[in-house]
Structures are given as C-alpha cells and as structure tokens.
C-alpha cells in the first residue's frame, strides 16, 4: 500500500508502476475517490464545529431552532455514511496499489523477462543414467507418492526413513547459520487470520491460493512471512530495536492455483512443505533496505553453496515480481533430471508497503513515527530442496552422498 499523498503528488510514477507490473487499477478512480473523501470529511468536519457551537449556546426555546438542530444533525449523519462509504472504496483500491520498483529491474510482462545475473557451481556431470528424484525415493523406499494420493489428493507425498531425517538435518543447518548471524529463531503459527494475509499482502489479490477454513474464519498460511508481519502489526516500535531479524520456521500450505503443467512430478510443487523464512525489519530508507537485500540473499546463496549446489541468481522483471515487491532476486537451483535450474529462493524488498498495510511503525531519532520498512527471503524449504540433493549427489548404486555440512547432524554418515 502506497501513501495517499505520495500517489496525489507522484500520479504519472503509480500509473507506470501499475502498468509495467500488471496491476489491474484505474489510478484516476483512485484520485478521484481521494478527492471525494477529503471533500467530505471537510464538509463533515465543518457541520460537526457548526453543531458544537450550536449545542453550546444559549438552550434554544423556539421550534425553529430545535428544528435546525434535527436537521444538522442529520446532515452530519449522512455525510459520515457518505464518507465510509467512500473510504471503503478508496482502502480497496488502496491495497492494490503496487509499490514502485526499483529502477534497475528488468521491464517485461513475466518471467520471460527475468535476467540471470550470475551463476555459481558446476551442475554435476554422471558416468550412469542418473534417476530423477522419485524414481531414486521411491526405489530406496524413502518416499511413497500413491498412498499419499490416497489420504491427501494431488500432489501429496510422504517421506519416509532417511528423507526424514534429511529433511531435519536441512532445516536445523539453516537454523543453526541463521542464529549464528544473530537472527531470532521464531516457530509460528501456520493458521492465521485475515487481517494478517492482508497486511503481508496475499489478500486481495491471491486469495485462490490461500486454503481457507470457514468454520473458524482462519486460513493456512503459505509462508512465515505471514506471522512474522502481523506480530508486530499495530505497533510503535523502539529504534533502538531495529533492525528485527528473525528466522521463522512453519508448516506452509498453498493451493497452487494454475500451476497445472509446471513441474508438478513428485516434490517440485506440492500443497504442504515445510520452510525457514529470512523476515527483516528495519528503519525507512532505501540505501539500509538495500543493505539488507544484499545481506539476506548472501545468506541464502551461504547456505545453497553450502549444500554443494549449483545454482544461478536471477533479477526478476517488474511484470513477475508482483504488486508489492521493490527489488526481487530468485536463487535458481539446478535440478538434473529437468536439465535446469529451478526456483528454491526468492528474496524481496518491500520498502513500507507491508508496514502500511500492517501498520508497522517505529519512532525515529526525532520522535517522529514512521512506517518500518521489511524484507524477506527463503533460506530452506523443503521437500523442494531435497529433490536437488539426492538427483546431484546420487550414486551409480542409487545412494546419496551426504553434503558435509549435513553430516553432523546425521551421526557422521557420508552415505544414505
């Protein structure tokens, strides 16, 4: 969400950003109700002075003047319901103002136009037909696909014995990098209300990929962004606090709507997976956001190059990196048996377009209140990430080395 005064002064600036981004918003109509609402509340505001000092003066004893207490009362009624009428529709196209890009992403539609800006690692080279993940999981008996089907549906899996343990291992090595880079270790709740998907900024516009429980009037998150937003929403925080850093981990549920088609064989898409999330927040200028972008993507890239895996980073146009995002950079991991690199990390900043929404604000050296600004990145998220693994680092014998940074927490093992 953009601030009101930023768009009245900076109209032409919202118009190309919703353009080159995709946002379906008439930015006139946006103006048009600001216009509107301030013009109400000016007219509301000037009748409510007008029947204070009505409402003060000498008691009126004459049926005239009661009469023209009735009517301004009256007058003062319909203008607020006027006025929250348009409020409501000005806060709806509010939030989906997207936020400005930064300057320097590629201009394009989708992710056609995105651009890799580096690639690190050598994707492994097989002296044997290597398997894909699941032909590997399932002869090893580490993963059972059909049964999984059978409880949950599509795109269901169960990980069995060694995967199990590999998928601990994975997350407790993020864990234990990230607390050594003073991040605070957050385990969050996977069910959320909708006031916290809308100041993360999932609600409105993806509400189709957001599983919802009715009964309750709660939703299951699709990342620890999520809680880790809304925690601190509604709140006035100490700058001596920031930046905030936490490592949140949780369940994540996404529906995955029109995916159908994308690399969905196996753990590559899949409803349920589980995830350590990177969540900054710090003070409201662009150069120490862009400190942390950098920090937050180092980490990540620490991390995969840690695993031993090639990947590549990419620049994501402004047309893919979606309504809130200023900067985005994906890590792409190379996955063998696609003979390509695929999606394990997305890293964003978002300037204060979350904090608007959130209302997360903090009080600068000046005592003056100011919305934060936060960002976010993956560090892990599995199964994804497992299905990397075991297709690079499997054996003729259809076994798989263990990465070394994983060993201590597997008892020492090389091999599953």
Known sequence: ?????????????????????????????LLDLDRESR??????????????????????????RRDYLRNLNIEVKTLREQLAETNEKLNALLLLTPTIPWPGAPVGPDES???????????????????????????????????????????AYTLI?????????????ALDLLRGQDFTLMSVPSLVREAALTGTGMFPAHREDIYAIPADDLYL?????????????????????LPIRYAGISPCFRREAGSAGRDVRGLLR?????????????????????????????????????????????????????????????INTWMPSLGAYRETHSCSSLLDWQARRANVRYRDADGTVRFAYTLNNTAVATPRILAALVENFQTEQAQVIVPAVLRPYLGGRELL
């Open 1 to 29: 969400m953009l601030d009101k005064r930023f768009i009245r002064d900076h109209p032409d600036e919202v118009r190309r950003a919703v353009r080159e981004k995709g946002i379906d918003l008439d930015v006139d109509e």
């Open 39 to 64: 013009k109400l509340q000016h007219e509301l505001d000037q009748k409510q002075a007008l029947r204070k000092s009505s409402a003060s003066g000498p008691v009126a004893a004459n049926e005239v």
């Open 113 to 155: 136009a995105n651009v890799v800006i580096r690639t690190v690692g050598t994707p492994p080279e097989f002296g044997f037909r290597p398997l894909d993940h699941v032909e590997l999981l399932e002869k090893r008996g580490w993963a059972d696909f059909a049964r999984a089907r059978k409880v949950a549906g599509e795109r």
């Open 161 to 173: 014995s060694d995967l199990v343990l590999l998928e601990r291992a994975v997350h407790s090595y």
């Open 221 to 241: 998150a699709g990342t620890a962004e999520v809680a880790l937003v809304g925690f601190h929403s509604d709140e006035i925080l100490d700058l001596g606090r």
């Open 270 to 330: 899949v409803h349920q997976f589980e995830k350590v999330e990177q969540f900054v927040i710090c003070v409201a200028e662009v150069a120490e956001s862009d400190r942390w972008h950098a920090e937050l993507l180092g980490t990540a890239e620490q991390l995969v190059a840690g695993l031993g895996l090639a990947y590549e980073v990419m620049e994501i146009s402004t047309g893919d990196m979606g309504a809130g995002k200023y900067r985005m950079n994906d």
